[in-house]
């Protein structure tokens, strides 16, 4: 007991804790110091273990049953916290409390809940920092093109060789007949099959041609397109962007194999094919068993050559490496960073009132949006009605919440009021943007039917909604050492009905 005691609890942080506890008892009641220093023994802890648990990188991830029993233990963790927190509250004991020491405890119960939600993201980043030490996407890349070139290589007299023919006729328009008779004169799409024949217009003829690897112009209206078959049996789509060595195009294949059919290299071929099969070959799943003991007498040279598992392999690599690229990490840190935000404003709110405002305030909520959400589907109501919704329902709670400070007493629904507006505050900006978007996207598409999102206006879309994001929580900061402070402060000192 000593030995974990003084792992999870030593001497400095006993030393913090006296002093916050005598200084600043509200901070000291959140425990942060104490939560932050657990959780990093724990992230040291665990991430030793998994650097060191077996885990290859070509087998299928095995990150979900440790993400969850982390996420077991960090519940129990919270839970624990939560009952040390329930033994002090300076808040309700009418303790000393500055404007800035109520922001303060705020940000203090989102950092303990931050720490204990990133503590799940630590399977899966050590799973992709040992898969990107294994592997890199220029070696994934090169060694998928030689072992397509290998495979084909050593069965050429299985493969498909010749080359599939489009017949493209370009116009614009065109006019069907029946019987003798004409059947209207109207408008073509991109791409249109009509009586057998492929129709392009202009615009679609000319990325057709751009894109295709070879192709004969027959006249003016008349084009052909010439496909070589593809043996790019392996691919590394997964890891699209991410590579500067390019895959090999199918028409380059092609040349490469019917080139070396020339002089064919049998036994090298199949020597370095089976090296970099061993490599990426994915024998851990059910599939490598079924083959290798039940269906020796494989019915294809894909399967023989064990393709296959091999794209298994290549596939869960790519999987791996690609759950921490740098544009994922974003997304991953909004996914932490709503959940603690939402969960510490509960905390805040249930420190800061009382439980049975607190309940019956989540029970209002919860009816209220399911009263709302059906109103508004029988209705048929657009989606910028729901924003207008949202909006009213915010200046409400904002207008009861004024009405606290000319109370006579403690009233529930005023409780209730102040706890929705302090969450509502947060996604007020978000609304707003949501709201102009979903407008002006209506009056963009009423003026044009053809109406297509430019890349300018996705990314200003973006940045709005960016903006919007650290606006919400610019705004609560800014309400909690004045507007909420005081709001909370006033109800709370109010006698009961």
């Not at 706890?419 to 009423?446: G, H, R, T, W």
């Amino acid at each position: 007991m000593n030995f974990f005691n003084n792992i999870f609890y030593p001497p400095f942080i006993q030393k913090i804790d006296r002093k916050y506890l005598m200084s600043a008892p509200g901070f000291w009641s959140t425990r942060l110091h104490r939560v932050a220093w657990i959780v990093f023994v724990s992230a040291l802890l665990l991430t030793a273990y998994y650097m060191l648990a077996p885990n290859d990188p070509r087998a299928d991830s095995t990150v979900y049953i440790p993400t969850l029993l982390v996420s077991l233990f960090s519940i129990i963790g919270f839970v624990f916290w939560m009952i040390y927190l329930l033994r002090f509250n300076s808040f309700k004991r009418f303790g000393p409390q500055s404007p800035s020491g109520f922001l303060i405890e705020y940000v203090s119960y989102f950092a303990v809940i931050f720490l204990f939600v990133i503590l799940q993201f630590i399977p899966s980043a050590v799973e992709s920092y040992r898969a990107n030490a294994s592997f890199t996407y220029e070696e994934i890349v090169k060694e998928t093109n030689e072992m397509n070139f290998l495979a084909a290589s050593l069965y050429a007299d299985s493969l498909q060789k010749n080359w599939e023919r489009d017949t493209l006729y370009v116009s614009d328009r065109f006019s069907l007949q029946t019987d003798g008779e004409e059947i209207g004169n109207q408008t073509l799409t991109e791409n249109n099959y009509i009586e057998g024949k492929h129709y392009v217009t202009p615009k679609e003829l000319r990325r057709l041609l751009s894109d295709a690897d070879s192709s004969i112009r027959l006249s003016d209206t008349m084009h052909l397109l010439l496909t070589p078959p593809d043996y790019n049996f392996i691919n590394v789509a997964r890891a699209e962007g991410q590579f500067t060595i390019q895959p090999t195009t199918a028409i380059a294949l092609y040349e490469r194999v019917w080139e070396a059919q020339k002089s064919p290299q049998r036994d090298n071929w199949n020597a370095e094919f089976k090296r970099l099969k061993e490599k990426y070959y994915n024998k851990f799943s059910n599939e490598a068993l079924y083959y290798s003991e039940y269906n020796e007498d494989v019915p294809t040279f894909l399967n023989l050559l064990g393709i296959s598992l091999i794209q298994d392999g290549v596939d869960n690599i790519l999987d791996r490496k690609n759950a921490w690229l740098p544009k994922r990490i974003p997304d991953l840190f909004r996914i932490a960073f709503y959940i603690s935000l939402f969960i510490s404003l509960l905390v805040f709110i249930f420190r800061h009132t009382t439980v049975r405002t607190f309940f019956i305030g989540i029970l209002s909520v919860f009816v209220l949006a399911i009263l709302t959400g059906l109103i508004l589907g029988l209705m048929q109501i657009s989606s910028n009605s729901f924003f207008v919704v949202l909006l009213l329902y915010y200046g409400v709670f904002a207008f009861l919440t004024a009405r606290i400070f000319s109370a006579s007493k403690r009233q529930l629904p005023l409780g209730i009021a102040l706890n929705s507006f302090m969450v509502l505050s947060v996604l007020i900006p978000l609304i707003c943007v949501a709201f102009y978007f979903d407008v002006q996207d209506k009056i963009e598409i009423e003026k044009s039917v053809d109406f297509t999102y430019t890349e300018e206006y996705v990314r200003f879309k973006s940045r709005m909604f960016l903006f919007a994001e650290f606006a919400g929580v610019a705004l609560l900061i800014i309400l909690l050492p004045s507007v909420l402070y005081r709001s909370y402060r006033k109800w709370f000192s109010l006698p009961e009905e």
